[in-house]
């Protein structure tokens, strides 16, 4: 079982890890995002963790891609709406929750510090070019996904987080202001059980957002109740349904 998957499962059996907490950023941070009025607005009561498992026969790399091309429009829609408000003046770094600076790396390993608005900009001409070239995202009928396909849509889906946790952190009184915050947390959720489903973040990429992620979570219905409705063929992919999940000893 994956350490995502162990993650929402400790948490809705009231476990918590017992590790130490990351180090806290030097002054204290205004976290609008977790303030109860916030934190609840949403556009569905949709049940996330049934939305996003696989269905039977379908394609695991169909699935992936489909979701892939499916957040990065979203997201950049929601960065659309903020993005007057992303300057190189008022953003001049690429920041995220606890003051966490992201920087671009190139293909030699180079790293690069740039404005956030340069930096959503970098990565969405690297996204679009991706899942342009079909031979990364194939769209013609019998054609195979790259033995790296996996890979390059957990690179994708790390830059698409950056880009959302910067929302959070600097933008997020905008969408406040503009009554959009139920959308932006909507779709958050949805991005962040999704990549936990499938493991396409490592927890340290999320931990700048545990507790806006833990409060959203929250408020969704319990997985375990999903256990015995639909989907209950016994099934040995891990990816084809979402019951009978089990916490590990090790991790509570």
């Known amino acids: 079982m ?131 070239d079909e031979t990364v995202f194939p769209t013609k009928f019998g054609q195979t996904f790259p033995s790296t396909f996996e890979s390059t849509v957990k690179k994708i889906h790390k830059y698409l987080f950056q880009v959302l946790a910067h929302i959070y952190h600097v933008h997020y009184s905008d969408f406040v202001t503009l009554q959009m915050h139920g959308h932006l947390n909507s779709l958050f959720t949805h991005f962040m059980v999704f990549n936990i489903k499938f493991d396409l973040l490592e927890e340290k990429d999320y931990e700048v957002v545990q507790d806006l992620l833990k409060g959203l979570i929250q408020l969704l219905p319990d997985p375990n109740q999903n256990e015995g409705k639909e989907n209950t063929a016994p099934s040995t992919d891990k990816d084809s349904n979402c019951v009978s999940m089990e916490v590990s000893p090790t991790h509570i």
């Open 2 to 132: 994956t350490s995502g998957v162990l993650f929402v499962i400790n948490f809705w059996k009231g476990r918590r890890k017992d590790k130490d907490s990351p180090t806290p950023p030097a002054q204290e941070e205004s976290k609008r995002y977790l303030e109860d009025t916030c934190i609840k607005e949403r556009v569905t009561d949709a049940d996330f963790f049934r939305l996003v498992c696989l269905p039977h026969s379908l394609d695991r790399n169909e699935w992936l891609a489909t979701h892939a091309i499916s957040f990065f429009n979203h997201v950049n829609l929601v960065y659309g709406v903020v993005s007057e408000y992303c300057t190189s003046e008022g953003c001049s770094a690429m920041t995220g929750p606890g003051n966490v600076q992201f920087l671009w790396y190139d293909d030699k390993g180079k790293k690069y510090k740039y404005s956030a608005p340069q930096y959503v900009d970098i990565v969405t001409t690297n996204i679009q070019r991706e899942i342009s």
